[in-house]
Nanobody, 120 residues
Framework: QVQLVESGGGLVQAGGSLRLSCAAS????????MRWYRQAPGKQRELVAG???????TDADSVKDRFTISRDDAKNTVDLQINSLKAEDTAVYYC??????????????WGQGTQVTVSS
């Protein structure tokens, strides 16, 4: 059974930092694309950062230079370091694991999310 469990969210003042962590079980994150999404109230879920199995990373323009994604294949975890938090970063943050097989079949698993609230 695949499980992704996020942790590290909370209430923080604007300008502060948080480190979110996603612990995976049932799948090796090393062969998956790991991503962090967020969903603010009344808005669509948006991709904020991703890291491929080779270690290359991508991030959304809205979080560039403030968010850093990293992975620890030995611990089977992927983290999201969030600095210089802004009120607009308030959202539920979700971890996902994505894999496309050589035959084109797609798998994607999601965590339950962790709330980040930024007070101004």
């Amino acid at each position: 059974q695949v499980q992704l469990v996020e942790s590290g969210g909370g209430l923080v003042q604007a300008g502060g930092s948080l480190r979110l962590s996603c612990a995976a079980s049932g799948i090796p994150i090393s062969i998956n694309i790991m991503r962090w999404y967020r969903q603010a109230p009344g808005k669509q879920r948006e991709l904020v950062a991703g890291i491929a199995s080779g270690g290359s990373t991508t991030d959304a323009d809205s979080v560039k230079d403030r968010f850093t994604i990293s992975r620890d294949d030995a611990k089977n975890t992927v983290d999201l370091q969030i600095n210089s938090l802004k009120a607009e970063d308030t959202a539920v943050y979700y971890c996902s694991a994505f894999r496309r097989t050589n035959f084109g079949k797609i798998y994607e698993w999601w965590g339950q999310g962790t709330q980040v609230t930024v007070s101004s």
